[in-house]
């Protein structure tokens, strides 16, 4: 999409590796989010971020950290994968206020293998 | 808080036949809704939104749906299906967060089209 970029986009890990996604953005928008995509349980929130160094946990936040140092990048770690970690990733961002009007701009996603 | 059940994980159709894709919500103030489309090993397209506006809500590629108040329910709807609809589908509800909002997805339903 867009003003959102994700890399990488596909990667396989070895479990108990320390992993990093990136999400950069051009928009200057305000808001970051991480989900991971799950058959049967569709976008779940991991962590979320309201400002450069401005972070939140969502709902499936365990395993799972992130740091956001300007406000193009926000990066999500895996500090020690698991299997249970294997998924697809979606970065997305918004503005903030206008979330209830226009949603988010979600990126291309990173498929994430953890062996 | 705010959830989605989407009622069928997969729905199969004929070509040109009609396509109904059940969603209800839970929300404890009036809530935006939006449905979000998957075409496979693609990202997220916005397909349509209510946003407290008219309550049949028109979208892209002639899908539409109706907020219903007193049933908590927003289904899609398409009169004809083409093959191209095959995809995964998800219902969205606006939620708020500690330091903003936030989309909170269904699990998803899979539309299977037949030729």
């Known amino acids: 999409d867009a003003g959102i970029t994700q890399s990488p986009r596909h990667k396989v890990t070895e479990t108990g590796t320390p992993v990093t996604l990136r999400c950069h953005q051009t928009e200057n928008h305000r808001y970051m989010y991480w989900y991971r995509q799950d058959p049967g349980h569709g976008l779940r929130l991991i962590h979320y971020?309201?400002?450069?160094?401005?972070?939140d946990k969502g709902e499936v936040s365990d395993g799972y950290s992130v740091s956001r140092s300007k406000t193009e990048d926000f990066l999500l770690t895996l500090e020690s994968a698991t299997s249970s970690q294997t998924s697809v990733y979606f970065c997305?961002?918004?503005?903030?206020?206008?979330?209830?009007?226009?949603?988010?701009?979600f990126g291309s996603g990173t498929r994430l293998t953890v062996v | 808080a705010q959830s989605v059940t989407q009622l069928d994980s997969h729905v199969s159709v004929s070509e040109g036949t009609p396509v109904l894709l059940r969603c209800n919500y839970s929300?404890?103030?009036?809530?935006?809704l939006f449905w979000y489309v998957q075409h496979p090993n693609k990202g997220l397209q916005l397909l349509l939104k209510?946003?407290?506006?008219?309550?049949l809500v028109k979208g892209i590629n002639g899908f539409e749906a109706e907020f219903k108040k007193s049933e908590t329910s927003f289904h899609l709807t398409k009169p004809s299906a083409h093959m191209s609809d095959a995809a995964e589908y998800f219902c969205v509800v606006s939620g708020l967060m500690e330091y903003g909002n936030k989309l909170v997805f269904g699990a998803g339903t899979i539309l299977r089209v037949k030729s």
């Open positions: 929300s404890s103030y009036s809530p935006s």
């Open positions: 997305a961002i918004s503005p903030g206020i206008t979330v209830p009007i226009y949603g988010y701009t």
């Open positions: 209510y946003t407290s506006a008219a309550t």
């Open positions: 971020s309201y400002g450069v160094k401005d972070t």
